[in-house]
């Protein structure tokens, strides 16, 4: 599985941005795509998954109702809409990749993200 992110940027706070993520391999192997993020300093964190196949959503509670985790099947690329954006959302973001059970396995390359105040 290969994973490749994009769409990262500086902003102003209260603004947008949408993350990309396009992904290859084995469809068994990323059924479901996640976002985690770090910030200087800190330890990745979950950001939002999908079950690409299902469509099911899950999010963290710092992000949920301004973050949209999708997927665009046809281009196999999952993306994280990211509105109302605030200075805390600062961080490298990464997409990632698991089976159906088990943990993240596969890892994109990260893409910045800086929100200013």
């Known amino acids: 599985v290969q994973l490749q992110a994009s769409g990262g940027g500086l902003v102003q706070a209260g603004g947008s941005l949408r993350l990309s993520c396009a992904a290859s391999?084995?469809?068994?192997?990323?059924?479901?795509m996640g976002w985690f993020r770090q910030a200087p300093g800190t330890e990745r964190e979950f950001v939002a998954d999908t079950i690409w196949s299902r469509g099911g959503t899950s999010y963290a509670d710092s992000v949920k109702g301004r973050f949209t985790i999708s997927g665009d099947n046809a281009k196999n690329t999952v993306y994280l809409q990211m509105n109302s954006l605030k200075p805390e959302d600062t961080a490298v973001y990464y997409c990632?990749?698991?089976?159906?059970?088990?943990?993240?396995?596969?890892w994109g390359q990260g893409t910045l993200v800086t929100v200013s105040s």
């Open positions: 990632a990749a698991r089976g159906y059970s088990g943990t993240y396995r596969y």
């Open positions: 391999g084995p469809p068994h192997s990323r059924y479901v």
